[in-house]
């Protein structure tokens, strides 16, 4: 059974720092593709940034020079380092799997943003 688990969202104020955590069972993590969405009330599910077995690493342009995404194979986790938040990166964050055309959603995590 896959699971995926986020961790770590939370109510933090404009310029403050959160760091989201996923831990994944159930998957080869070493060969997938790991990234984290985010979707705010009424948008899109949006990429935030993704990094690859080989730790090649992409971000959305909203987010680039704020937020760092890291893998630990030996752990099997994937984490978002957000610094500089701010109030549009309010949303629910989800962790993502991929590989060929197997993809898994973890139940995402709420990331709130005030002013």
């Known amino acids: 059974q896959v699971q995926l688990v986020e961790s770590g969202g939370d109510l933090v104020q404009a310029g403050g720092s959160l760091r989201l955590s996923c831990a994944a069972s159930?998957?080869?993590?070493?060969?997938?593709?790991m990234a984290w969405y985010r979707q705010a009330p009424g948008k899109q599910r949006e990429l935030v940034a993704s990094?690859?077995?080989?730790?090649?690493?992409n971000y959305a342009t909203s987010v680039k020079g704020r937020f760092t995404i890291s893998r630990d194979n030996g752990k099997n986790t994937v984490s978002l380092q957000m610094n500089s938040l701010k109030p549009e990166d309010t949303a629910v964050y989800y962790c993502?799997?991929?590989?060929?055309?197997?993809?898994?959603w973890g139940q995402g995590t709420q990331v709130t943003v005030s002013s």
């Open positions: 993502n799997s991929q590989f060929l055309q197997r993809t898994y």
């Open positions: 159930g998957i080869a993590f070493r060969i997938n593709t």
């Open positions: 990094i690859t077995k080989t730790g090649s690493t």
